[in-house]
């Protein structure tokens, strides 16, 4: 993280958990929050990638900085993800932050969905978001306050045709966080979404990015440069932070102006 960018002495200590933070935007997040001095957990269901991600993190370490915890989940056992998130807050002490990371947005045919396939994308993009929230509740009420972060995307709003159901439930994210964001702020507990335009992780570029798209990019973004996960970590950092703490219910779109 370059010394350009703001560090944000609120969240020193701080016990935040990321999930889907083995790869990707989520790495990305992993790291900025370590750097930070925060106390991270992140949760994924590949192996092999968040060990070497916690591998690289305490070897470039810096002093102050702590060994970030990975925990194998797959979150769509909710089972599982509650025992692990109470673990986490055993281990770490009270979750201060969530961040709703994890989501795969695997390109799919309307005519070829069925039930099954249908319930297994809510279960991927949706429905962890809901019982990971409702698991950090008790540790944020006790200490009368937190931020919950939860992953949209522009895809909804744009009209992504080759998605429907990644894009139905990026939807729903938004009337989430709008619902819990009401309901928790009497318990000084924000809730706050952001949305990622294109970003070019390595899935991104290696399954989807043609010379198509990065054409498409260069005409619909206002700012005409590809974004990178730090670019929305960055922001999920601010909505961590005290910084922002009278923000609540909002979207936060992160996508260079296509939108």
């Not at 998605?163 to 309901?183: D, E, Q």
Request: proline share 4%; with cysteine.
């Amino acid at each position: 993280m370059a010394g350009s960018f703001a560090i944000y002495p609120s969240l020193r200590g701080k016990v935040v958990l990321i999930t889907g933070g083995g790869s990707g935007i989520g790495a990305a997040m992993v790291e900025h929050f370590v750097r930070q001095g925060a106390r991270v957990a992140f949760l994924d269901i590949d192996v092999e990638a968040s060990r070497a991600l916690v591998a690289r993190l305490v070897d470039d370490g810096e002093e102050g900085q702590v060994r970030p915890l990975f925990l194998r989940c797959d979150l769509r056992d909710i089972d599982a993800l509650r025992d692990v998130i109470a673990g986490v807050s055993e281990t770490l002490g009270r979750i201060d932050v969530l961040v709703n990371n994890a989501a795969n947005d695997d390109r799919h045919e309307i005519e070829a969905i069925e039930p099954a396939y249908f319930d297994d994308r809510m279960a991927i993009n949706l429905r962890h978001q809901v019982f990971a929230a409702q698991a950090v509740l008790a540790d944020m009420k006790q200490a009368g306050g937190g931020s919950i972060i939860n992953m949209g995307s522009i895809s909804w709003v744009i009209g992504e045709p080759d998605l429907p159901l990644y894009t139905a439930a990026k939807a729903a994210v938004n009337g989430l966080t709008r619902s819990l964001a009401r309901k928790l702020g009497p318990h000084g507990i924000r809730v706050n979404c952001v949305m990622p335009g294109w970003i070019m992780t390595e899935r991104q570029r290696r399954l989807w990015l043609t010379p198509a798209g990065e054409a498409e990019i260069m005409d619909r973004q206002a700012l005409k440069e590809k974004l990178y996960p730090p670019d929305v970590a960055r922001m999920v950092l601010w909505l961590a932070a005290e910084d922002s703490r009278l923000c609540t219910g909002q979207n936060f779109v992160v996508d260079g102006g296509w939108t």
